[in-house]
């Protein structure tokens, strides 16, 4: 066999296993933006308010969030392999008994469990990028930006599909839908996917971090969701709050003392982990809290239909695609900074023009933020991804991608809890709420390309100092 031979067979086994990978971040990416769409008649056809609706979209999150510490370390034990095929029934059976749930209390703990799923997806299809990459750094970011690409493809259809199957056979339907899609994925993993686990031994569960993590997430958001309907002084908010600080610290000294950490704080002295981290953490913030904002802002004080809405993010979520892919070349070529600055910068000029949006703005007007935020938000993000991978040993990249994704899913539910807790019932209040929420937006991306201009090497200098100081994926 001939070397161009190899390296076009090469090229169609990496084709064959982003594609295989990418069905993940297609369906935890979908069910973000399908659900948004269908809040409305969520609320409508369970009788739930405001805060209901915060958990609904939070229930997905929290354990997205709080489980993928403990999912990156069962990927490096157990093989990343069978843990994203395990990762994909976990999903699919939570989405059918969303999809058939009575009652909202049902409905949120089927959530709990497709956040559960999910948390096991994101890190193991990671890793198994990462594997297939090999010592390739160029490839890697080439695919973690294809990879991304393929959850701008989910996050664009969520609203034109969610709208079209709440038009036509109800909000039920959204969930329904990822049943086929989790076995079309598992079916083209086990296909294509080598079945060598992976795995490391060494590596071991840490129950008594995860249920610190889990109560300081759950109190924190709590806390934020029900102190609007409640008041500040409700005792459930108050208590909400301890339970938050108290297990935070607790986690902390938990962390610190143990011996096999389900967060090892010395992934944050790499270089590039921790302001990507911080980075992703921002974005996610962010990104989530304005899209919940934004579905009521054009549902409820504009009036569009379920359908109307789903068009009217085509080109927000649409542009994803074209900038993640834009990403995964630049980083391959210039390293992560570039992409992170430049993509953070646009995306503070998407929120500032996002709040300026108002009642009867036209919709070619809205159409501007529409276009710039998603361009910079998935210019920088596949860069961000790869910086994070090529900081650490082979070993540890189902770890170390899912602290990176644990943290930007936090964000993300605090940006739902946050801003949705500014929203009021009115018109005008939800107006009001999306205005501060963009400006919040703006300020705290400001941040994140200070970060990343400070403190992101120019080029690919962390896989140099990783190969010096024994931290690389080879």
Known sequence: MTTATQHKKAGTGMTRIIVATSFSFVVTQLDVTIVNVALPHIASGLSVHVAGLQWVVDAYTLPFAVLMLSAGVLGDRFGSRRTYLIGLGIFAAASLACGLAPNI?????????????AALLIPSSLALLS????????????????????????????????????????????????????????????????????????????????????????GLTCSVIEFRPLGIHHPLVIGGAILAVVAGIGFYIAETKSSEPMLPFGLFHLPNFSPSVIFGTIVNLTLYGTIFVLTLYLQQARG????????????????????????????????PRLPMIAGAAVAVAGYALMSRLGTATPYFVMLLPFLVLPAGIGFAVPAMTAAVLSSVDRRRSGTASAVLNAARQTGGAIGVAIFGALVGSTPIQIVQGLRMASLISAALLLIATLVAWKSIRRTHGTVEIGKRIGFQID
């Open 105 to 117: 209390a049902t409905l949120i703990a089927a959530r709990a469990a497709q956040g559960a799923g």
């Open 131 to 218: 594997h297939a990459a090999a010592n390739d750094h160029s490839l890697r970011a080439r695919a973690v930006g294809l990879w991304t690409a393929s959850g701008g493809i989910g996050i664009a259809a969520g609203p034109v599909i969610g709208g079209l199957l709440v038009a036509g056979m109800g909000w039920r339907s959204i969930f329904l839908v990822n049943v086929p899609l989790c076995a079309a994925g598992a079916l083209l993993t086990i296909r294509t996917v080598s079945s060598n686990k992976h795995g490391d031994a060494t590596h071991h569960l840490d129950p008594v971090g995860q249920l610190l993590s889990i109560l300081a997430l759950t």
């Open 304 to 335: 569009f239909s379920a359908l109307r809405a789903g068009l009217a993010y085509l080109p927000l979520m649409s542009t994803f695609i074209i900038s993640n892919v834009a990403s995964g070349v630049v980083a391959s070529r210039t390293g």
